[in-house]
């Protein structure tokens, strides 16, 4: 498969980028950090870095079309993250999430249609702080929110593509010991490591096609 990761340099996606190269598979790792980027791609097989913001989608998708036709696994990973409380949020700090976790899976699956075919799979990586009737936590709004928006986005996708064949899913995780989850919660312990995280989500992609559509699994034994 050739699959393209977002957010691979640090944490979950960057476990993820290592469980599919290790399986053969053709990955390529988008982040904004260079160094980390460039140096997974070095130590491993498989894999070739693609430093980049992925807010600028039409510049990833216009040069991944350049080189390639198709893409078989398309994961939403990176997202953006802020630990405010309500009454201090500004419009500047919402916007900043919600680019990054909402408008970039919208539309980045969007420029890069002329790659998606029939059997391709987009999945989004989400939170379960995004699933109605999950327990909430102060300061962690924005985030949250941008995560259900994100879960509704894989319900409206899946039902659109999917008349192309086009396999849309998400995972809402629980949490991992990641920069991410010390920054939402600096004095708890996470449930999962990166590693295992991302052998659970390798292992769905592989799995879900012609299984699973339009869905999104809350992946979480804990709470958070
Ligand atoms: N860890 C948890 O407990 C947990 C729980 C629920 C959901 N999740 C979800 O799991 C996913 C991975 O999270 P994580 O914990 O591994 O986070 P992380 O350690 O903070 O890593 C986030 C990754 O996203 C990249 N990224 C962020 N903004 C980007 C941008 N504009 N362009 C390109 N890359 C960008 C970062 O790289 P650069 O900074 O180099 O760009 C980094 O590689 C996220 O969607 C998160 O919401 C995590």
Known sequence: MRILVTGASRGIGRE???????????????????????????????????????????????????????????????AAFINKPFREVALED????????????????????????????????????????SMKFPGLSVYSSSKGALNILVECLATELGEEGIIVNGLALGSSATEMFKAAFPDMEAASSPEEMAKFIGNFAIQSPGLVQGKVYSV????P
């Open 94 to 133: 919402m916007q900043q999430v919600y680019h990054t976790n909402v408008y970039v899976p919208y539309f980045l699956t969007q420029a890069l249609l002329p790659l998606l075919k029939e059997g391709s799979q987009v999945l989004a990586i989400s939170s379960v702080g995004g699933q109605g009737g």
């Open 220 to 223: 979480s034994s804990s709470n």
């Open 16 to 78: 993820l980028c290592l469980f599919f190269s290790q399986l053969g598979h053709e990955v390529l790792a988008v982040a904004r950090s260079e160094e980390p980027l460039r140096r997974l791609a070095e130590e491993n097989l498989n894999i070739e870095a693609w430093p980049m913001d992925i807010n600028q989608w039409q510049e990833l998708a216009d040069r991944l079309g350049e080189r390639y036709s198709h893409l078989d696994l398309l994961v939403h990973n990176a």
